[in-house]
């Protein structure tokens, strides 16, 4: 298991656009809008009955109330803390291969005290889902089988603070090496298309409350790697090549995306002053 310390210089801050980080309160935010009544929203509903189409009504959560629930949540990241890293490869959580964990090892020397960075064991979050929802309750939750929820569950049951979710993919069907980003979603297209592309996104979200802290995401060019890489062999040396490079590619923009987050952090514990 990759294990590693690290501290984020306070220079890392972006400049030229804003950095998709969060570290705002809720609570801040509800109170500038209007109280509205926490009731049910009714609408009506058709179904056919004795082959007659027949309208009822049904109570339903109103947009209102959606959008305070989601918007009710608070940051607790506080630093240093316990970060966990979860691989997401083809639409499953994997263990993180060695010319990766290199790569955030090497991130790690250059920033000491952040807190820990412990990888997430696929096996640890399968058996923490398994054994806090039993499979006849896990039939009933529809996001029992959700890969996020499956992370956040794992994440807790190793006690980490935040998880940081990385997922590599190709933005074209054909790149059979990589294939596509299932989880995560797409990055942003680069200004000229890329052939044989290779992207990856990442995203930082609290374990105790889903609160999200940050994306980072990055396009990368993997022209001069030969086209023996896209046969998806666990032994072929330039698929992992392939990985490895875009997951390279990713660690400065995520580096970039905590600088800003840790500025944050910082102002608003400032203001609390």
């Not at 569950?153 to 993919?169: F, T, W």
């Not at 059979?176 to 299932?182: C, D, E, I, K, P």
């Amino acid at each position: 298991m990759i294990r590693l310390t690290f501290i984020l210089a306070t220079a890392l801050v972006a400049s030229g656009c804003d950095i998709p980080t969060q570290y705002s309160s809720g609570a801040a935010y509800l109170a500038k809008s209007q109280p509205i009544p926490d009731r049910l929203q009714p609408r009506v509903q058709h179904t056919v009955v004795d082959g007659e189409v027949v309208a009822s009504e049904v109570e339903t959560v109103s947009t209102d109330t959606l959008v305070r629930h989601a918007a009710s949540i608070e940051p607790l990241l506080q630093l240093p803390a316990r970060i966990g890293l979860a691989r997401i490869d083809k639409g499953k959580l994997t263990t993180i291969p060695r010319a990766e964990q290199s790569l955030w090892q090497e991130m790690g020397s250059r920033h000491r005290a952040l807190g820990s960075l412990a990888a997430l064991d696929p096996f640890v979050t399968r058996y923490a889902v398994q054994t806090v929802l039993p499979s006849d309750r896990r039939a009933l939750r529809r996001d029992a089988s959700d890969l996020i929820t499956a992370i956040r569950v794992g994440a807790a049951r190793q006690h980490l603070d935040a998880v940081l979710i990385y997922e590599v993919g190709a933005r074209q069907p054909g790149e059979q090496g990589l294939g596509r980003v299932h989880v995560l979603g797409d990055v942003p297209l680069p200004a000229q298309p890329i052939e044989n592309e290779g992207i990856a996104r990442a995203f930082l979200m609290d374990v105790r409350n889903g609160y999200p802290y940050g994306v980072a995401s990055v396009s990368v060019s993997l022209e001069e790697i030969e086209q023996g890489f896209w046969d998806d062999s666990p032994r072929d040396r330039q698929g992992i090549e392939a990985k490895a490079k875009v997951t390279g590619a990713l660690i400065p923009e995520i580096e970039t995306m905590l600088g800003a987050l840790t500025t944050q952090m910082r102002v608003r514990m400032a203001q609390a002053k």
